[in-house]
C-alpha cells in the first residue's frame, strides 16, 4: 500500500512539474489557405515560432498568466492576440488580412508591452528594411523619415536627433531600453549608435517622464536589438556599403544562433569616410570620420523566466570643423591627425523577466563607460574624461484581468565624471550624481473602446561637483556646488476605438528636466564656440496635450496630431552676440518660459488597381516662442516628404524589386532667435533601386541609391556648420550590399 501510495504521488509531482502551457493552431489568409514561414512572437519571452509548410505552428514552455502573442507575415497586417494561460494546451487558429500599408506593431517603448494602437502616447516604429529607409553614412538622418523628427548636423559623422523642436538632453536615448549615457548634452557629440543589429526604432514624440525621468521631457528613441535566430538555427550576414560623397566604406558583419533555451549571437563592424563633399563639390575640411563597433549577446528562455545579457561597444574618431582646423588641413583624406574628437564606450547591460505565477518581475541593470578624448596638434590631447554609469530598475506587474494593467516600480542610476590625466582643458568639472525614484502605472479597457492610461512618479536627483581653479582668477574659476532637486511627475491618457478603421487618441502629461553639468559649470572654449553656464538654473517643468486621429483602411491610411508642449524655465543655449578677445563667439545658458506647439500629418495610399505602387507624404511644423516674444533658437523648419515606391516580384535580374523616388523640401525658417540667422528653404530629390539577386543557392540583397540627386547647395536651419559658413552635403551615390547565409535544422517548429 505504502508503495502505491508513493508511485501515485511521483506520478501527481511528474505531471504538476511537467505539466507546461501549449499554444498551437493554424495561420490562413483570407482564403483559407496556409501561410507558410508566418511569424508568431511573444516579445516578453523574446522567443517565437514559424508556421510550416501548412501554416501549423506550436509553442511550448509558456508561462502562467496573460501573454501577448504577435502573428506577422510579408504583405499582412499584424495581429495580436491575448491568451490567458493556467497549465493548460490552447488551440489558436489565425487568420491574417492581406494590407499593403496597415501593421500594428508591438511596442516595448511604452507605458505597457502593448501594439501601437493601444497607446495614448503615439510611439512611431521605424523599420530597419532597406526597401523603405535611406542609405547614408548619418545614421540620425534615417530617423528624420519619421514626421516630427530632425537632427541637429555638423556633418556625416556628427548630429543628434531632434523630436518636435526638442533635442540633446531634452529627450532620452536608450540603447535596447537602457539610458544611453555619452556626453550626450552637446550638439558637437555624435549619436554612439550604429544600425547594425537594430531591428526597428521606436519613437515617442511627447514628454515620458513618467517612464523614463528626467532628459525625457522632449520625447524617447528607442535602438530595439534583433531578435534571436530560429532553435536549431546558425544565421549570419555580411552587409557592405559604399559612398560617393564621403569616399566611405562600412563593413559589417552578423552571427546568431540558438538552442531550445539558450541563444546568441555576435557582430563586428568597421566605418571609414573621408572628407563629405558640400553641396557644389567643394570638401569640408577635418569631417572625416572612422569608427569601429562590436556588439555580442546571450540568453536563456524557460517558462519560468527570460534572462539576456548584452554587451556593446563603440570607438569613435570624429574631425572637428573648427577655424584651426580649416586652416591647417589643406587637402581631403580620412585619418584623423589634427583636432578630432575620440569616444569609447563599453555598454554593458543585463534584463531579465520572471514569471511568479500571476505576478511578472523585470529587473535589468547597465554599466557604461565612455571615454571622451579631444586632440588638438598631432598627438596632443587637449582634454580627457571619462563618464561612468550605473542603471537599475525593477518593475512588478501586478495580477490583472484581460482588459487592466497595472504596474509598480523602482528605477536609479549613479554616475561620475572624471578629468583623466591632467589635460590642459576641464571642460566639465568631476562630479557625481544620483538619482532614485519610484512610480506606478494603471490601465484599464471600458467597453472594449476605451482604454484609460494613467500615472505618477516621483524623482529625486543629487549633483555634486569639485571645484576648479582659484577663486581670486574669476576667468577660470569654477565654485563647487551641491543640488538636489525632487519632482513628481505623471500623465493621463486615453485611446478610442470609434470603429475597427478610426482610433482616437489625447493625452496630458506633466514632465521635468534637471539641468546638466554642462548647462551649470561650462566656462571655456567648446570647439568653435565659447560656452558659458549658470549654476543657478532651475529645473524644466513642462505640461504637453496631444490630440491625434488615426483612420486606415486596406489601401489606405491617414494620421493627424497636433501639440501644444508648456515648459516652465526651459533651458536652452543661445549667442549673446559678443566674442572673447580672440573673437572666438560667446554663447550662454539661458533661461526662459516657454511654449512649443505644431503637429504632423501624414498619408499613406496604395491604390487597388495599382498593386505595385505606393504613395506616400507626411508634414511636420513645429514652431517654438519664449514668453517675451522671442523665437526659442535651434527650431526645424516647417518640412515636407513625398515618396512614390514601386514594389514588384519580378524587375529583369531582380526579386521583390523596388524603385523609389523621395523629395524632402524644407520652408524658409524665419523664426528665428535673437542673435540666430534665418535660413532659406530647399528641395532635394532621392532616388534609390534595389531587390534580391540569386546566384545558385545564394541570395543576396542589393540596392544603389542617389541622394541630393541634383547636388543641391543648401544650409538646413539646424546645421551647426553654418557657424563657420559651410553648407550641407551634396550629392551622394551609394551601393548597399547585404548577404545572407543560414545553417538550418530539419525541424517544423523553428522557434526564434
Known amino acids: 500500500m505504502k508503495k502505491i501510495f508513493i508511485v501515485c504521488v511521483l506520478v501527481l509531482v511528474y505531471h504538476s512539474l511537467n505539466a507546461q502551457n501549449k499554444i498551437a493552431g493554424k495561420i490562413t489568409d483570407q482564403n483559407n489557405l496556409p501561410l507558410p514561414g508566418a511569424t508568431i512572437f511573444i516579445s516578453d519571452m523574446n522567443k517565437g515560432t514559424i508556421s510550416d509548410k501548412d501554416g501549423n505552428y506550436e509553442l511550448i514552455n509558456i508561462p502562467n498568466g496573460k501573454n501577448r502573442i504577435q502573428f506577422s507575415f510579408v504583405g499582412f ?27 500594428d506593431e508591438v511596442v516595448v517603448s511604452g507605458v505597457y508591452n502593448s501594439t501601437q494602437h493601444n497607446n495614448a502616447v503615439k510611439i512611431d516604429v521605424l523599420k530597419l528594411d532597406p526597401h523603405t529607409i535611406k542609405i547614408t553614412p548619418n545614421f540620425s538622418e534615417v530617423l528624420t523619415q519619421v ?86 538555427n546558425i544565421l549570419g550576414d555580411y552587409n557592405l556599403q559604399l559612398f560617393s560623397n564621403t569616399l566611405g566604406m562600412t563593413n559589417n558583419f552578423g552571427m546568431k544562433g540558438a538552442s531550445k533555451k539558450f541563444f546568441g549571437g555576435v557582430r563586428a563592424g568597421q566605418k571609414t569616410n573621408a572628407d563629405f563633399l558640400q553641396g557644389g563639390g567643394a570638401y569640408t575640411p577635418n569631417s572625416r570620420f572612422n569608427e569601429y563597433s562590436v556588439k555580442a549577446n546571450a540568453g536563456f528562455t524557460d517558462k519560468i523566466g527570460t534572462f539576456k545579457l548584452f554587451y556593446d561597444f563603440n570607438n569613435q574618431k570624429l574631425g572637428l570643423v573648427e577655424d584651426e582646423a580649416i586652416e591647417l588641413i589643406t587637402g581631403r583624406g580620412r585619418k584623423n591627425d589634427i583636432f578630432y574628437q575620440e569616444l569609447n564606450t563599453h555598454l554593458i547591460s543585463s534584463q531579465n523577466k520572471l514569471y511568479l505565477r500571476r505576478f511578472k518581475l523585470d ?39 484581460e482588459n487592466s494593467e497595472y504596474i509598480i516600480g523602482f528605477q536609479g542610476f549613479n554616475q561620475t565624471n572624471t578629468n583623466l590625466n591632467d589635460r590642459e582643458t576641464i571642460l566639465l568639472p568631476d562630479a557625481t550624481t544620483n538619482n532614485y525614484s519610484a512610480f506606478g502605472l494603471f490601465q484599464y479597457t471600458f467597453f472594449s473602446k476605451l482604454k484609460l492610461q494613467t500615472g505618477i512618479r516621483y524623482d529625486n536627483k543629487f549633483i555634486s561637483t569639485q571645484t576648479i581653479g582659484i577663486s581670486y582668477e574669476p576667468a577660470t574659476y569654477r565654485p563647487a556646488i551641491d543640488k538636489t532637486y525632487g519632482s513628481f511627475s505623471g500623465s493621463f491618457g486615453a485611446t478610442y476605438n470609434l470603429s475597427e478603421n478610426m482610433l482616437f487618441r489625447a493625452n496630458f502629461a506633466a514632465a521635468y528636466r534637471t539641468p546638466n553639468l554642462a548647462e551649470l559649470t561650462s566656462n571655456g572654449q567648446h570647439e568653435t564656440r565659447y560656452e558659458i553656464g549658470d549654476n543657478n538654473l532651475v529645473p524644466e517643468n513642462a505640461y504637453e496635450t496631444d490630440l491625434s486621429i488615426h483612420y486606415h483602411k486596406e489601401n489606405f491610411t491617414f ?32 533661461q526662459s518660459n516657454s511654449a512649443l506647439f505644431g503637429g504632423e500629418a501624414g498619408l499613406h495610399i496604395h491604390p487597388k488597381p495599382i ?22 533658437p535651434f527650431v526645424p523648419a516647417h518640412k515636407i516628404r513625398i515618396e512614390l515606391r514601386a514594389e514588384k516580384e519580378k524587375l529583369l535580374f531582380l526579386q521583390k524589386a523596388f524603385v523609389s523616388v523621395y523629395t ?10 535673437p542673435d540666430e540667422t534665418t535660413t532659406s528653404g530647399y528641395s532635394l530629390l532621392d532616388l534609390s533601386i534595389g531587390g534580391n539577386i540569386k546566384i545558385q543557392n545564394q541570395l543576396m540583397s542589393v540596392s544603389i541609391s542617389a541622394n541630393n540627386l541634383f547636388d543641391t547647395k543648401y544650409i538646413d536651419h539646424l546645421s551647426t556648420l553654418k557657424e563657420v559658413g559651410l553648407f550641407n552635403p551634396g550629392r551622394n551615390i551609394a551601393l548597399n550590399l547585404r548577404i545572407p547565409f543560414s545553417i538550418t535544422k530539419n525541424d517544423n517548429n523553428n522557434t526564434l
Open 77 to 103: 497586417a499584424n495581429r495580436i492576440e491575448t491568451v490567458e494561460l493556467s497549465g493548460e494546451a490552447i488551440k489558436l487558429s489565425i487568420l491574417l488580412k492581406q494590407t499593403a500599408v496597415e501593421a
Open 147 to 232: 514626421p516630427g523628427v530632425d537632427m541637429i548636423s555638423k556633418g556625416s559623422g556628427v548630429s543628434k536627433p531632434v523630436i518636435r523642436g526638442l533635442s540633446m538632453n531634452d529627450i532620452l536615448v536608450l540603447n535596447n531600453g537602457v539610458r544611453f549615457e555619452n556626453y550626450q548634452y552637446s550638439s558637437h557629440h555624435p549619436l554612439g549608435i550604429d544600425e547594425f543589429g537594430i531591428e526597428d526604432v521606436e519613437i515617442i514624440k511627447g514628454p515620458a517622464s513618467l517612464l523614463y525621468g528626467s532628459d525625457a521631457i522632449g520625447g524617447v528613441i528607442n535602438f530595439i536589438k534583433e531578435k534571436p535566430a530560429p532553435v536549431g
Open 363 to 401: 529587473i535589468n541593470s547597465a554599466y557604461q563607460n565612455t571615454e571622451l578624448i579631444h586632440f588638438g596638434e598631432e598627438n596632443v590631447y587637449e582634454l580627457q574624461m571619462k563618464l561612468a554609469t550605473l542603471t537599475y530598475e525593477a518593475k512588478l506587474h501586478l495580477p490583472s484581468k
Open 559 to 590: 494620421e493627424l496630431a497636433g501639440f501644444y508642449n508648456m515648459i516652465n524655465n526651459y533651458i536652452f543655449i543661445s549667442p549673446t552676440g559678443d566674442t572673447t578677445s580672440s573673437g572666438i563667439y560667446i554663447y550662454k545658458y539661458m
Open 611 to 632: 498593386e505595385w505602387l505606393h504613395f506616400e507624404t507626411t508634414f511636420s511644423s513645429v514652431i517654438g516662442k519664449q514668453n517675451n516674444g522671442d523665437y526659442i
Open 664 to 673: 524632402t523640401t524644407a520652408f524658409n525658417q524665419k523664426n528665428a532667435a
